[in-house]
C-alpha cells in the first residue's frame, strides 16, 4: 500500500468527519430555526420559504455534495489496504460508492440549480419533481436511493476486510451498523415507515461520524508503520 494511498485515505476520513457534522447543523439549522415549509405544491412551497432557509439547506446539501467523492476515494484506499483475499468484496463496494456519488451528487447538483430559482421566484413551472424536499419527486428518490441502499449496501459488503485489533473490530461494526442504517433508510423511504427513517437519519449521523474517525485513526496508524499493510 503506497504513502500516497494513505495520506489521501487519511485526510478523505477527516474532511468527511468535518463535512458530515457540518451537514447535521446545517440540516438543524434549516430544520429548527430556519425552517423548511411542508410540502403541498410548488407554488405553496415557493411563496413559504424564507431566503435564509434557502441558504441553510443549500449549506448543508453543499457538504452533502463533497462527501460524496471522499467517500470514493476512501473506498480506494481502503481497496489498497484489503488482503488479497478479500479485494473482491473492496471492488464491489466501490461500484456501490460509484453510484452513490453519481446519484447523489445529480440530486445534490440539480438542488443547487433549483435553489437559484426558487430564490428568483422565475421559471418555476414543471419544476415539482426536482424539488428535494417534494417527497414524491424523483429527485427526492435518486437521492435517497444513492445514500440509503447503495451506500449501505457498499459498506456491508466492505465490512469483512477489517480484522485483527480493537480498531479493526470496531470498523467493522461500525461499518455494518452504517449499513444496516442505510438499508433501512430504503425500506422506510417505500413503505413510508416513520421509525425506519428516524433510526436511518440519526443512527447513520452518529455511527458515520464514528466511522470516519475510526478510518482516520487506521491510516495514521498505518502512516506511522505501527501496523501491517497489505501490498497488492
Not at 12 to 32: D, R
Not at 186 to 206: D, K, N, P
Request: glycine share 10%; hydrophobic share 55%.
Amino acid at each position: 500500500m503506497s504513502r500516497l494511498s494513505i495520506k489521501l485515505g487519511y485526510w478523505s476520513a477527516v474532511l468527511s468527519v468535518i463535512l458530515t457534522i457540518g451537514w447535521f447543523i446545517g440540516l438543524v439549522v434549516a430544520t429548527i430555526f430556519f425552517r423548511i415549509p411542508s410540502w403541498t405544491n410548488l407554488a405553496d412551497f415557493v411563496a413559504a420559504i424564507r431566503p435564509a432557509s434557502l441558504v441553510a439547506a443549500t449549506l448543508a446539501q453543499a457538504a452533502a455534495f463533497f462527501l460524496g467523492p471522499l467517500s470514493l476515494i476512501l473506498f480506494c484506499s481502503l481497496h489498497d489496504y484489503a488482503p488479497d483475499d478479500r479485494k473482491i468484496l473492496t471492488r464491489i463496494g466501490l461500484c456501490c460508492m460509484v453510484a452513490t456519488m453519481v446519484l447523489g451528487n445529480q440530486m445534490y447538483f440539480v438542488h443547487f440549480n433549483i435553489m437559484r430559482l426558487i430564490a428568483s421566484k422565475h421559471a418555476l413551472m414543471g419544476l415539482e419533481q426536482f424539488v428535494e424536499w417534494n417527497p414524491g419527486s424523483a429527485i427526492s428518490a435518486s437521492g435517497l436511493l444513492a445514500w440509503s441502499f447503495f451506500w449501505g449496501l457498499g459498506l456491508i459488503i466492505v465490512a469483512p476486510i477489517f480484522s485483527g485489533g480493537r480498531l479493526e473490530r470496531l470498523l467493522r461494526y461500525t461499518f455494518l451498523i452504517c449499513g444496516v442504517c442505510g438499508i433501512l433508510g430504503t425500506v422506510g423511504y417505500l413503505f413510508e415507515i416513520t421509525l425506519f427513517m428516524l433510526v436511518y437519519f440519526m443512527g447513520a449521523m452518529a455511527a458515520g461520524t464514528s466511522m470516519y474517525v475510526l478510518e482516520s485513526l487506521l491510516f495514521k496508524r498505518l502512516e506511522r508503520g505501527s501496523a501491517p499493510v497489505f501490498v497488492g
